[in-house]
């Protein structure tokens, strides 16, 4: 175990790349679905104004 | 073609009617290369050896400064749709616009360009290959620079964007360019580099006059 | 002579059913509804890979027998350059569809794969910096392949700011697809050009960051790990894709219906 967390010296660095590399994707993935997320919300809340505007005129 | 030299009188006529839009990239490319020896100090191999990178920056910066102005009034007084509506082919016209562009904003800065050597004290085979670089390397800056310039005609304040835009597709052009006359000042030869050079710029040549029509028609849609 | 008359009608209708397939994917309706359903098996199927790539990679390979474990952050960093490249592949080619048959699906995708493509080219050049530290003994080397990397980041953020700066849909997809299909041409040049840069003055010799010689060991979890980011960048596509659809027609009847 503690030769996995070592890495012959290189521990510092080779886990430094796949956390970075976790953090970025998931931020990546994180992002996206939100503007999806976001997108959806403002387009339902949009229709949602357009059609109690026509119901009331 | 005759259409396409009408274009550049039209356009050389139109800048040397305003000088100082002429004089502008020029002055401004002086000072940038004024600018280094007093940054970096008198070491003469120093500026010997960043003299010839540090002219094609300040070329390639004082191109994107004039660039800025290449559709932009034409955009705004309506003629560059009528360069559109006309029968003759866009891209035609465009290259037309393109190569006056490189006549009233290049050539000055390529003629200066080896005067301004002498300041970071290149010898005599470098300055000739930094005039012939730039001589073959500019107009690549041109062409890539139209199509930058039609993409965001239409944008304002897009002067950032530009060289957002167009700063990473010069590279090869930079690196080409600026390599070479440094070699050449080594007392290399750079025949090789040189025809790559000039491939580049045929390639641009032949194939951003298509993407610069299309950007215009973009641009005014 | 019948039978070929009937062959030539076989032929018709597989031709038919063939347009038919492509055409009803490029219906945004019929595309939306498709990624919403593979979507989660693509993350699924990514995450179980990257789970099984890394733990190949950072226990069961052996050391390299020159960068000793150092090695190992090739398996983070190849995949990122190898689908960098990829995305901006993608970008490039859905542009050109979209240019050329005026296909609003290609501009989504097209849009989709920017934002991906710059996170997986700065992981590249981060994970490619901390692999530099202690091969080269410095954090940032010229080495052409870096440089490039570089210089493609750029292009993506050219692109993404281009997009930004245009307020209509319509004209921000053409505008960026003329800019990434110059750009596609240009990225060769760009290579070949950083690379012949780089051979003229060549220092004391670096360690490349080269592939080590390569067994079966170390070269499997490599292959998992380009699958993973695969299917990875796929999914982060279909999900960007569908916000793209959208925008783009939030004021058709199969939206609001979706929606309500």
Redesign the interface.
């Given at each position: 175990m503690a030769e996995i967390i070592h890495m012959g010296g290189y521990g510092s660095y080779v886990w430094s790349a796949f956390g970075l590399t976790f953090v970025v994707l998931l931020a990546t993935v994180w992002l996206t679905k939100r503007s999806l997320q976001q997108t959806r919300n403002r387009l339902t809340r949009r229709l949602r104004s357009a059609s109690a505007t026509e119901a009331s005129s | 073609m005759s259409i396409f030299f009408a274009v550049i009188k039209h356009d050389l006529a139109m800048a040397f009617r305003r000088w100082s839009d002429l004089a502008m990239p020029l002055v401004f490319f002086v000072i940038v290369c004024t600018l280094f020896p007093l940054a970096l100090g008198q070491d003469k191999e120093l500026l010997q050896a960043v003299g010839p990178g540090a002219i094609w920056v300040a070329a390639l910066l004082a191109t994107l400064l004039s660039l800025n102005t290449l559709f932009r009034e034409d955009f705004d007084d309506g003629s560059l749709e009528q360069l559109a509506l006309s029968e003759h082919p866009l891209s035609v016209l465009l290259l037309g616009k393109t190569a006056a562009h490189w006549l009233v904003a290049e050539v000055p800065l390529v003629l200066l360009a080896p005067l301004l050597a002498l300041g970071f004290d290149i010898p005599a085979a470098g300055r000739e290959a930094l005039l012939l670089t730039l001589l073959i390397g500019t107009p690549t800056l041109s062409l890539?620079g139209s199509?930058g310039a039609a993409?965001?005609a239409g944008?304002r304040r897009?002067s950032g964007?530009l060289a957002?835009?167009i700063?990473?597709?010069s590279?090869?052009v930079l690196?080409?360019g600026a390599?070479s006359a440094d070699?050449a000042a080594r007392g290399q030869s750079i025949e090789g580099?040189l025809l790559?050079l000039g491939g580049?710029t045929v390639?641009a040549l032949t194939?951003?006059p298509f993407?610069t029509a299309?950007?215009v028609r973009?641009?005014l849609? | 002579m019948p039978s070929v008359a009937y062959g030539r009608q076989l032929d018709a209708i597989f031709v038919l059913s063939m347009w038919n397939w492509f055409f009803k994917l490029g219906s945004p309706p019929h595309f939306y509804r498709i990624a919403t359903r593979l979507e989660p098996w693509l993350m699924g199927g990514a995450l179980v890979l990257l789970v099984i790539g890394a733990y190949g990679g950072l226990a069961m390979a052996p050391p390299d027998y020159l960068q000793g474990d150092g090695f190992r952050i090739i398996y983070v960093h190849v995949p990122s350059a190898f689908l960098s490249m990829f995305a901006y592949s993608v970008m490039a080619v859905a542009s050109a569809i979209g240019?050329i048959w005026r296909m609003k699906l290609a501009f989504c995708v097209a849009a989709a794969s920017a934002p991906a493509g710059a996170a997986f080219t700065f992981l590249a050049l981060c994970t490619g910096a901390i692999w530099g530290e202690p091969i080269w003994g410095t954090w940032w080397a010229w080495d052409p392949r870096l440089t490039a990397e570089l210089?493609l980041l750029?292009?993506f953020?050219?692109y993404m700011?281009?997009r930004q700066?245009?307020p209509e849909t319509?004209?921000a997809d053409?505008?960026s697809g003329?800019?990434a299909?110059?750009?596609v041409?240009?990225l060769p040049?760009?290579h070949?050009?950083?690379e012949?840069?780089n051979s003229?003055h060549q220092g004391p010799s670096l360690m490349k960051l080269e592939t080590p010689s390569i067994d079966g060991d170390m070269l499997w979890p490599l292959l998992v790990m380009i699958v993973a980011y695969q299917l990875l960048f796929i999914g982060i596509l279909f999900t960007s894709i569908r916000t793209q659809i959208l925008l783009r027609e939030r004021n058709t009847r199969w939206i609001s219906d979706l929606l309500s």
């Open positions: - | 890539l199509v993409l965001t944008l897009a964007l957002v835009l700063l990473p597709l590279v090869p690196i080409f390599r070699l580099p790559l580049i390639l194939l951003t993407a299309a950007a973009v641009t849609d | 240019l210089v750029f292009l953020l050219g700011l281009l700066a245009m319509r004209q053409r505008a003329i800019l299909v110059v750009g041409v240009n040049i760009i070949y050009s950083v012949w840069w003229i």
